[in-house]
């Protein structure tokens, strides 16, 4: 059975006080409110992961995560945090390779192959980023820039370590744009992955593969989106940063 994941990704957003504000009122509305099966991650900053992860742990479907980690174990790496430091804080999930890590922090895949070793080695699940600019879809490039993100960030795990990987896709051009991927677009582009992922690796892994969707899901376009077959939840932006939106979202997924 495919597992469905609602995550909210807060980004570098919310001081300590309105992060610990919107988190008990996130778990509050998901108890009352949905009785569904979606996982619910929530993605806060670095420094409100220890405080989210033990408020939400009480919550059988709430998750806590990181929006990145370091490729290292430890060590002289200044301002740099483990994977380890992050499963120790008792977050589940990491997002790896989020097109404005790639943009403004220089990330490239291999680099990201070493992040996602680091988070499928610490026991945790790891949210793989991949998205096309609007230059790369305009010049119908996008199949091509997809293939190089998935194969070089992922393809060398085992297919027993990728049942801990979740794709997101994340086309850049719908990103904090409010234009989101349609339907179809987004279905044709999570087709194309899993059968990546099927080509390297057999049926099962990708059957069992979660693919996300992210680029201005709100709660009035998720229920169409979480419809099509091959889309398996959301990695929400501004819409997380409100209860409100952010659970109507999680209640789109039946
Ligand atoms: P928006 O939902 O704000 O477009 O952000 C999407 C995103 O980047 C989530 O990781």
């Not at 989020?98 to 990201?112: A, I, K, P, T, V």
């Amino acid at each position: 059975m495919r597992k469905k994941i609602i995550a909210g990704n807060w980004k570098m957003n919310k001081t300590f006080d309105e992060g610990m504000g919107l988190v008990t009122e996130i778990v509050a509305m998901v108890k009352d409110e949905y009785n569904g099966s979606a996982h619910v991650v929530i993605i806060p900053p670095f420094v409100h992961i220890n405080a989210v992860s033990r408020m939400v742990s009480e919550h059988n479907n709430v998750f806590g995560g990181a929006q990145n980690c370091s490729n290292h174990d430890s060590g002289a790496y200044t301002g740099e945090v483990s994977a380890a430091m992050i499963k120790s804080c008792g977050a589940s999930y990491v997002i790896i390779g989020h097109s404005e890590r790639r943009q403004y922090f220089g990330e490239h895949n291999d680099w990201l192959a070493k992040k996602t070793d680091a988070v499928l080695k610490n026991g945790l699940t790891a949210i793989y980023c991949c998205g096309e600019t609007l230059e790369e879809r305009e010049a119908n490039k996008h199949f091509e820039v997809l293939k190089a993100q998935v194969s070089e960030g992922l393809f060398h795990l085992t297919a027993e370590q990728f049942a801990n990987v979740v794709i997101a896709y994340e086309p850049v051009w719908a990103i904090g744009t409010g234009k989101t991927a349609s339907t179809d677009q987004a279905q044709e582009v999570h087709a194309f992955i899993r059968n990546l992922v099927k080509e390297k690796y057999d049926e099962t892994t990708a059957d069992t593969l979660t693919i996300q969707y992210g680029g201005s899901v709100k709660a009035d376009n998720a229920a169409e989106l979480f419809s099509a077959p091959d889309i398996d939840g959301a990695l929400v932006g501004g819409a997380a940063l409100q209860s409100r939106s952010f659970v109507d979202i999680v209640k789109a997924m039946k």
